[in-house]
């Protein structure tokens, strides 16, 4: 139902449990809280750029493509889920995207 006029608007998460840590799960979930602070944050860290020519490990083995987003996310993917990179691979039409930031997954080309 739509929030009333002068209803103040407000959402509560709740933990139940005993001995919670509660420092520690307001840290956390500040840490994973999307703003344009935690968001460019993330950007700097990543290693690559849209544009780069990166090798991915594909179930076929490593394959060359280009960065072409980045923080790319799609439906299908588990809530909150966000990859880093989105990956055109070359010599076809066909976008892939990188689960994380790691030389296991994506490497500089």
Wanted: net charge positive.
């Amino acid at each position: 139902e739509p929030w009333g006029a002068q209803e103040k608007r407000e959402s509560k998460l709740v933990f139940i449990g005993r001995n919670l840590d509660h420092d520690e799960i307001r840290r956390e979930f500040l840490a994973c809280v999307q703003s344009e602070e935690t968001l460019a944050k993330k950007m700097k860290a990543l290693r690559f750029a849209v544009g780069d020519k990166v090798k991915c490990k594909t179930a076929d083995g490593w394959r060359v493509g280009t960065v072409a987003k980045l923080m790319y996310r799609e439906e299908g993917m588990s809530p909150g889920m966000v990859a880093p990179y989105q990956v055109k691979l070359t010599g076809s039409n066909e976008l892939i995207y990188a689960s994380h930031d790691t030389d296991e997954l994506i490497r500089r080309a």
